[in-house]
């Protein structure tokens, strides 16, 4: 994926309230009257942040529906996710290493320690 | 419910946070972090080979450092150290390169060394934006994004 791409959604994800909006489609295509009214906001406040997610490729909105009801769209979430697990991946896997690393540069110390005795 | 607490919850949960003990002395740990001869025996997943590494460990020094995977491809890593503290702390941005050696998303990468007795206890929180402000590590990278976004959508409309 391209780090543009990447960026976009992470920007459109740096914002509680598109959050809570997705976290809601989570549940199924809703309108965008239902969606608006959990929070203190004016229809055209979500609708602005609906055009943000829509542009990241978060939502989708239907035209057939008179009610152009919104949905989620997956995939660039779970892009950022799998993004986010393979750093994950790379620092664990790098710890395991940096902790036998360790291991081995204190046993060398201490044997080098004990021949300096002698 | 208390949606702040959970608004919290959930910006961590989008940013890598990542704690290790390890059972040898804070300098120690330090140090394998900022000497390349030592960064070089462990800084890459299991079975990776570090096949070129340069590291000019200061602030506004950079990093670039190559690994060979066990598939003989090879993987860039790059980025600049913001801050370093001998021994306690370490921010860096960090980005793999594309086949082309452009750097791909930036992330910023804060380090903490704790000592405990003997053993050093070490935090990594990686962000997804790199940040200025450091105020408050954990929100940042929300915080400076949604700054950029604001200008963003002003410049737009």
Same mark, same amino acid.
């Given at each position: 994926?391209?780090p543009?791409?990447l960026s976009?959604?992470f920007?459109?994800?740096?914002? =509680? @309230?598109? +959050? /809570?909006?997705?976290?809601?489609?989570? %549940?199924?295509?809703?309108?965008? @009257?239902?969606? /608006?009214? =959990?929070?203190?906001? %004016?229809? =055209?406040?979500?609708?602005?942040?609906?055009?943000?997610?829509? %542009?990241?490729?978060?939502?989708? +909105?239907?035209?057939?529906?008179?009610?152009? =009801?919104? +949905?989620?769209?997956?995939?660039?979430?779970?892009?950022a996710?799998?993004w986010l697990?393979h750093y994950r991946?790379f620092w664990?896997?790098?710890?395991?290493?940096?902790?036998?690393?360790?291991?081995?540069?204190?046993?060398?110390?201490?044997?080098?320690?004990?021949?300096?005795?002698? | 419910?208390? *949606?702040?607490?959970?608004?919290?919850?959930?910006?961590?949960?989008r940013e890598l946070v990542?704690?290790?003990?390890?059972?040898?002395?804070?300098?120690?740990?330090?140090?394998?972090?900022?000497?390349?001869?030592?960064?070089?025996?462990?800084?890459?997943?299991?079975?990776?080979? *570090?096949?070129?590494?340069?590291?000019?460990?200061?602030? !506004? !020094?950079?990093?670039?450092?190559?690994?060979?995977?066990?598939?003989?491809?090879?993987?860039?890593k790059q980025g600049v150290?913001r801050?370093?503290?001998?021994? #306690?702390?370490?921010v860096f941005t960090f980005a793999w390169?594309?086949? #082309?050696?452009?750097p791909g998303h930036q992330t910023l990468v804060t380090v903490?060394?704790?000592?405990? !007795?003997?053993? *050093?206890?070490? *935090?990594l929180h990686q962000a997804v934006f790199e940040s200025?402000?450091?105020?408050?590590e954990?929100?940042a990278g929300?915080?400076s994004t949604?700054?950029?976004?604001? #200008?963003?959508?002003?410049?737009?409309?």
């Amino acid at each position: 994926m391209s780090p543009d791409r990447l960026s976009t959604t992470f920007s459109a994800l740096a914002d =509680p @309230t598109r +959050r /809570a909006i997705l976290a809601r489609l989570v %549940s199924g295509e809703v309108s965008v @009257t239902e969606l /608006a009214e =959990p929070f203190a906001m %004016s229809l =055209p406040a979500v609708s602005k942040h609906l055009k943000v997610l829509e %542009s990241a490729g978060l939502i989708a +909105r239907s035209r057939e529906a008179q009610w152009r =009801p919104c +949905r989620l769209e997956a995939g660039p979430l779970k892009d950022a996710a799998d993004w986010l697990e393979h750093y994950r991946r790379f620092w664990e896997q790098s710890f395991d290493r940096l902790a036998d690393y360790l291991g081995e540069l204190q046993a060398k110390e201490e044997k080098d320690g004990h021949e300096d005795e002698h | 419910m208390d *949606t702040r607490t959970s608004i919290d919850a959930e910006e961590r949960e989008r940013e890598l946070v990542i704690t290790r003990i390890f059972d040898a002395p804070r300098h120690l740990v330090f140090q394998a972090w900022t000497e390349p001869d030592r960064a070089t025996r462990w800084w890459g997943p299991q079975g990776f080979v *570090t096949t070129y590494c340069n590291m000019d460990v200061r602030p !506004g !020094g950079a990093f670039r450092v190559c690994m060979r995977s066990p598939a003989g491809a090879e993987h860039w890593k790059q980025g600049v150290y913001r801050e370093v503290v001998e021994p #306690e702390r370490l921010v860096f941005t960090f980005a793999w390169e594309d086949a #082309e050696g452009k750097p791909g998303h930036q992330t910023l990468v804060t380090v903490t060394f704790a000592e405990h !007795g003997n053993k *050093t206890e070490l *935090t990594l929180h990686q962000a997804v934006f790199e940040s200025v402000s450091r105020r408050d590590e954990h929100r940042a990278g929300w915080a400076s994004t949604l700054e950029r976004f604001a #200008e963003y959508l002003a410049k737009k409309q």
